[in-house]
């Protein structure tokens, strides 16, 4: 019970990391996965290739690979190195809220295409017929009725990033699963460890799965 | 470059291919076990006596709801107390390492099989009850009913669900490196530390693993067209 106990503040201080690469990849992923389904639609072959590469290549891969090429991978050129990008680069930190954003705005971006695509036609044209811009119809008709569409099956999303912010701990981020493995290696209650660890995630993942509830009965239909 | 990926010796193509070998391995066996394990829980969900239903509902709900890499964790440092244990109950009274191996697919396994549970489920209440109801009036026999009628349509209705859950499975295979087994990830960590060339063995990781879950794709979708022949669609 006192290991338990003495162990209480570096779990708590890894479920900070945790929160942390979950909201800041979340909230730049989002963003991203906007202009990924936008160019994933667009008209242009320039812009849609590209975003159907990208799709393709983050979401065929493991997200581990993605992680160490950023981490490990971009050291290796010169370039990199001497270029500005490199104090973002050396840490770890960042490392791993680029390869989380990355993959995250390639699976959102694929489930905000289906999105946008549900919005029916209809709609966009009497917006059209009332004079709106692009940028405005998008933001005012598309965009919120595309968002309403796919917050369940982004709510799976974000749950999926929860635990996918735990391969951090393999370029050494102390965060909530490399906290409870640090503790448990060094104490004779190594399961208790990974328990509480588990009930942390799994009180974050209610917490989201309530939210998406929550947002989804305040966006439904009146009526 | 070139004769740093090469086969021999010299050369990191043949690591990297055991390496392949080795991924394959472990997540074939874990999907194996993913697919038994899923259809127990399915089973068990569906139509088990009520402390079955609620082990069951624990189940899917803890191992889809933590991360895969908590799984192999505690399966790494709990695991050989465990089978000790019950090996304990049979009156083996030794001591008992899991191997890395072993670790490594039972805990892909475990989480493979949580999220096969909820596809299968799905699948069998996605099957018209009506035919159920005809193949009892028939006189089928439970096993009878299960071969010949339902589980070939939940067969169809899963595996799309079910080539998600093979891709999730492989990707987690990438986890197990944690554990130091030597499958693909490991191989290149070894190689990327031994030549300081990590950008290009991550990168042909990588490579390797996009030509892995593209070809079981295509292998997924050529399954679907065969469960779905004898089926009428609606063409446009």
Redesign the interface.
Known sequence: MDMILSSLPSLASGAWLTLQLVALSLALGLLLSVGVALARLSGSVLLRAPAVAFIFLFRSTPLLVQIFLIFYGAGQFVAVRDSFLWPVLREPYWCAIIALTLNNAAYTGEILRGGIQAVSFGQIEAARALGMHRLLLFRRIVLPQAFRQILPAYGNEMIQMVQATSLASTITLMELTGAARAVASRSFQPVEMFVIAGLFYLAMNFAIAQAVRWGEKRLAHAG | MLDLLSYGATGWGDELLQGAGMTLLVAVLAYLIGLGAGCLTAAAKLSGPLPLRWLAATYT??VR??????VI??LF??GS?LVGWMAGLFGYGGRVELSAFAVGVASVGLVSGAYAAEVIRGAVQAVPKGQLEAARALGMHRLLILRRILAPQALRYALPGLGNVWQMT??DT??V??VSLAEL?RQ??VA?GTT?????F??V??LI??VI??LSETGFRALSRRADRGVRRATA
Not at chain 2, 196 to 200: D, E, H, I
């Open positions: 709900t803890v709801g933590v991360p895969a890499l908590l964790w505690l440092y709990g107390g492989l990707k990438t986890l490196s944690v990830m290149a960590y990327s300081r060339q990590p950008f290009l991550y990168l990781a990588a693993y996009l879950t593209t």
